[in-house]
């Protein structure tokens, strides 16, 4: 086995999730795959995978060699297409977003790319957790989180407010929080699955310094949605924990109002992120080309309407 195709064995082995899987999807052997891999660890004086009788994960050598080997691989199937390829961009492209920001905003952007595109393929994958780029054969993703440092390119997109919110009728049965010490006193909703108490953070604005503030709720309706949660508020009973851009029309119309705004904590900055796009990936850049200024353009207009948000 030569060196490129032991790079597509151990593309298939992280796709798979397990030696044996590659193996059953390639047609090849169990032994033959694990040689692929240890060929190319040998080659590289380093471990690509942690290997245990349950499962495999990537080490942080394997994650950027996966990467790279995609891109190679990649750009060897578009040079095999020679001049007969379709001069038309083509491809698919699997994109991942929180799920209320991929239907509110990221979806309208996916939509109107294919339009423009009738070779391009799509696959959304809206999830409310961490996907792994390299683990999940996922090409670009929005992240609205500080970003650890990593091998990936990120396009800063904006910044996004954190807000808490409650219905009006919730407000004048149960009233207005003054402080994040009294939301003890509230029957708060929160969406972080399978915990009794939740940090929620705040900064103290007190003599010209900014303090950080962290307070453990204890939620009296737990969900693990924030859409669902929302919709608990609206409805009026509690206060919730949200993105400006989830609930900026019930602001707006005054189904929500926002809270405790003097203790708001910063925004969270908002990036697109993918791995470096191989030459030939025509598709993924001009995804990348296209969704940039609308994203931008979505995220500005949702802070612009919370800049108005008035809140006690």
């Known amino acids: 086995?030569?060196?490129?195709?032991?790079?597509?064995?151990?593309?298939?082995?992280?796709?798979?999730?397990?030696?044996?899987?590659?193996?059953?999807?390639?047609?090849?052997?169990?032994?033959?795959v694990t040689r692929a891999v240890a060929m190319l660890e040998e080659r590289l004086g380093e471990r690509l995978l942690h290997r245990s009788t349950r499962a495999l994960r990537l080490t942080q050598h394997g994650e950027h060699q996966v990467a790279v080997y995609r891109s190679i691989l990649a750009e060897l199937a578009e040079a095999d297409k020679g001049d007969a390829a379709d001069p038309r961009i083509m491809g698919r492209i699997i994109l991942t977003a929180p799920e209320l920001f991929g239907r509110a905003i990221l979806m309208p952007v996916v939509e109107s790319f294919l339009e423009e595109h009738a070779g391009v393929s799509t696959r959304v994958l809206l999830l409310n957790r961490m996907v792994s780029l390299v683990e999940e054969g996922v090409d670009v993703a929005v992240r609205l989180a500080p970003l650890p440092a990593s091998g990936l390119i990120a396009v800063k997109l904006g910044e996004m407010r954190r807000l808490l919110c409650a219905a009006p009728h919730y407000l004048?049965?149960?009233?207005?929080?003054?402080?994040?010490?009294?939301?003890?006193?509230?029957?708060?909703?929160?969406?972080?699955?399978?915990?009794?108490?939740?940090?929620?953070?705040?900064?103290?604005?007190?003599?010209?310094?900014?303090?950080?503030?962290?307070?453990?709720?204890?939620?009296?309706?737990?969900?693990?949605?924030?859409?669902?949660?929302?919709?608990?508020?609206?409805?009026?009973?509690?206060?919730?924990?949200?993105?400006?851009?989830?609930?900026?029309?019930?602001?707006?119309?005054?189904?929500?109002?926002?809270?405790?705004?003097?203790?708001?904590?910063?925004?969270?900055?908002?990036?697109?992120?993918?791995?470096?796009?191989?030459?030939?990936?025509?598709?993924?850049?001009?995804?990348?080309?296209?969704?940039?200024?609308?994203?931008?353009?979505?995220?500005?207009?949702?802070?612009?309407?919370?800049?108005?948000?008035?809140?006690?």
Not at 231 to 237: F, L
């Open 172 to 312: 004048a049965r149960s009233g207005m929080p003054s402080t994040p010490g009294a939301l003890h006193q509230h029957c708060c909703i929160g969406t972080e699955e399978g915990t009794e108490r939740e940090q929620w953070h705040f900064i103290e604005r007190a003599s010209g310094r900014d303090r950080p503030l962290s307070m453990a709720i204890r939620p009296r309706i737990a969900l693990n949605s924030a859409g669902a949660a929302i919709d608990a508020a609206v409805r009026g009973n509690g206060i919730c924990r949200v993105m400006a851009y989830q609930v900026v029309e019930h602001i707006d119309t005054g189904r929500l109002i926002p809270l405790l705004r003097n203790f708001e904590p910063a925004p969270l900055p908002v990036h697109l992120i993918f791995h470096p796009i191989p030459r030939r990936n025509a598709a993924l850049r001009a995804f990348v080309d296209h969704a940039t200024p609308r994203l931008r353009a979505a995220v500005a207009k949702v802070s612009e309407s919370a800049a108005h948000f008035t809140a006690g």
């Open 1 to 32: 086995m030569d060196r490129l195709d032991a790079m597509a064995v151990f593309v298939a082995v992280v796709e798979a999730g397990s030696l044996a899987a590659a193996a059953r999807k390639l047609g090849h052997s169990p032994a033959t």
